[in-house]
Nanobody, 119 residues
Framework: QVQLVESGGGLVQPGGSLRLSCAAS????????MGWYRQAPGKQRELVAG???????NYADSVKGRFTMSRDSAQNTVYLQMNSLKPEDTAVYSC?????????????WGQGTQVTVSS
């Protein structure tokens, strides 16, 4: 079992920054993959940033150069630093983890945190 707890969402003006945190209940090294997803009203959920074990982080084209995903293994926490935020970044952001391996894994989700970009 893995519990994921996100924090750091809120209201920010266009051009501003936010940092989201996702605290895991076990070592992030034990995860096969972790990622940040978002879902805006009326839209499908999309992958924003994510990595699999031993690989580099991939980003959605819409956030490349603006968002950075990082990890703190000592804190069992992953972060999403979001800069130059745009109104279209408004969404519920959720942390995701896969425990297992490429061929057999269990998926876990956090509760989500709202990010609103508006003037």
């Amino acid at each position: 079992q893995v519990q994921l707890v996100e924090s750091g969402g809120g209201l920010v003006q266009p051009g501003g920054s936010l940092r989201l945190s996702c605290a895991a209940s076990r070592s992030i090294f034990s995860m096969y993959a972790m990622g940040w997803y978002r879902q805006a009203p009326g839209k499908q959920r999309e992958l924003v940033a994510g990595f699999t074990s031993g690989s580099s982080t991939n980003y959605a084209d819409s956030v490349k150069g603006r968002f950075t995903m990082s990890r703190d293994s000592a804190q069992n926490t992953v972060y999403l630093q979001m800069n130059s935020l745009k109104p279209e970044d408004t969404a519920v952001y959720s942390c995701n983890a896969l425990l297992g391996n490429k061929y057999r894994n269990t998926e876990y989700w956090g509760q989500g945190t709202q990010v609103t970009v508006s003037s």
